[in-house]
């Protein structure tokens, strides 16, 4: 990612500037002042472009005066309706913008000091990639900028803005980085380890493994891992910024499944290679862990994670086995690939008797149904709290990570009824997604609690305004501003 800095405006000698523009605006600032050194080129070109700075409008001009290399206009819509998300989601494109450049400047200076940290934020969150197993990448296809100016009529003001969203940047940042890893690298126990820098931010990192689970009664989590020689983990996470000696933290719950076969109820082969991100939920909580820490959020939170393999192994889970989880609900195992849910239930007893949480909200790439239903644009969202759906929903419009509330109900929960034990793990193929949550939700024990399924969301096959092809990071934005919404009055 490249150094973001900010400067007193003044016009660059050489290298790239970009002009972001608002719908209608006239030449103004710096803007102005590179139209008057190129004596009229930039306005005579966007008049020849019919530039009008739509949002995503892009002009771009080469060498407009000696020294500059070219020239980006970028259109952010509307001056009524460029708030600081919709700027966030506006900057985005300037990184691609300008990222072959050996120097760049944007120049900012005719905007707000937390719309330009906006930019920035929207800039640097598009700039990740993940090259660390290329070897024969030539270097004219590798991003050259290396730092990124941005030029505000409030440098300091625009510097102390940005801090906080770059700690939530580096927290999405950890979560795309352990998506993107393959099976072979990011086992259980690796993904565990990289938990452990979190301490450098002051996060309580504990790591359990499979005896202290054993203690606990996690039957339906080590069940799905028993057929991998890889050993299942749990993590818990701790941010107390609250300051308080005792306060009821808020927990946060994320399914690691670090690669998801199906088990003995195997996957088809074709786009197996994608289950590596099905352990996207706990990356999703740990790099918000390490965004809420980063940024000193000022509230207790909790984050715990599940992590095992799923694997058809001589010792793997059978179908037709019964489970005893940490809760003493007893569970009829029908497909082994429902696996996600089983860790979840061991993991979100514990978060509730060892944590007490205010309220909690899971994370998983649960369900394929959920990708039939609501397509890639949102997640699925199921609660048991009005109040926490709809914080969340709005949480998720705000920072462009999409949301759908859900039914529950008691039809669907009648439909894991099992003849032989307390429920089953999968209620047939009608309502997938659903019944799934309600299996989620007979171990929440009425505590307020929202389930974000986010098969469908994890993952981009296209980029993104503030994220490219790939890992997403969906969730750590979303959830982020849950807390600063809601949680640190």
């Known amino acids: 990612m490249p150094e973001i800095s900010f400067i007193k405006p003044a016009l660059p000698k050489t290298g790239a ?3 972001p523009m608002t719908e209608g605006a006239a030449l103004a600032g710096l803007a102005a ?12 070109a966007l008049e020849a472009a019919q530039f009008k700075g739509r949002k995503g409008q892009s002009v771009t001009i080469w060498a407009p005066v000696a020294g500059i290399t070219k020239c980006v206009a970028l259109g952010l819509g ?3 309706t460029l708030d600081a998300d919709a700027a966030e989601q506006a900057g985005g494109p300037i990184w691609p913008a300008l990222s072959a450049e050996a120097s760049a400047m944007v120049a900012a200076d005719v905007l707000d000091a937390a719309l330009v940290a ?31 100016a941005f030029a505000a009529g409030n440098a300091a003001a625009a510097r102390a803005a940005f801090a906080p969203l770059k700690a939530v940047a580096e927290g ?15 086992t259980p126990a690796e993904m565990a380890e990289r938990c452990k820098p979190l301490e450098k931010l002051g996060v309580g990192v504990e790591i359990l493994g499979p005896k202290e689970m054993k203690k606990l009664g996690f039957g339906a989590l080590l069940g799905v891992a028993q057929g991998s020689v890889n050993e299942p983990r749990m993590v818990v996470m701790r941010w107390n910024g609250s300051g308080k000696k ?5 927990c946060f719950i994320g399914k690691g ?21 099905d352990m996207a939920g706990a990356g999703t909580v740990i790099g918000l862990m390490a965004a809420l820490a980063g940024r000193r959020a000022k509230c207790d939170v909790v984050g715990l994670v599940g992590l095992v393999e799923n694997m058809p192994g001589g010792n793997a889970q059978r179908p037709g086995d019964v489970v005893t989880t940490a809760s003493g609900q007893t569970v009829e195992v029908i497909n082994t690939d429902a696996e996600g849910r089983l860790v979840l239930a061991d993991v979100i007893h514990y978060a509730i008797t060892k944590h007490d949480p205010k309220w909690m909200v899971d994370l998983a790439t649960l369900t394929g149904a959920i990708i039939i239903a609501l397509g890639h644009e949102h997640a699925g969202l199921f609660a048991n709290n009005d109040d926490l759906a709809r914080n969340i929903e709005a949480a998720g419009r705000a920072t462009g990570e999409l949301c759908w509330r859900m039914p529950l109900g008691d039809s669907y929960d009648k439909q894991i009824k099992s003849d032989i034990a307390d429920m089953k793990n999968v209620g047939g193929r009608p309502g997938g997604s659903i019944t799934a949550a309600q299996f989620i939700q007979r171990f929440v024990q009425g505590r307020p609690w929202a389930h974000l399924d986010i098969a469908g969301t994890a993952w981009s096959a296209k980029d993104l305004p503030v994220s490219a092809k790939g890992a997403t990071a969906y969730g750590v934005r979303l959830l982020d501003r849950l807390v600063a919404d809601h949680e640190e009055g």
């Open 17 to 19: 500037i970009l002009l």
């Open 33 to 44: 002042a590179l139209d008057e050194a190129a004596g009229g080129a930039v306005s005579r």
């Open 78 to 80: 509307k001056a009524e």
């Open 118 to 148: 906006r930019l920035a934020s929207g800039a640097m969150l598009r700039s990740w990639r993940f090259d660390r197993y290329r070897t024969t990448m030539k270097a004219e296809d590798k991003p050259k900028l290396g730092k990124l």
């Open 172 to 186: 999405v940042f950890i979560t795309r980085e352990l998506v993107a890893e393959p099976p072979n690298v990011l």
């Open 246 to 250: 005792k306060s009821q933290p808020i």
């Open 257 to 277: 499944v670090t690669f998801d076969t199906g088990g003995i109820s195997i996957k088809p082969a074709g786009g197996m290679e994608d289950m590596k991100w």
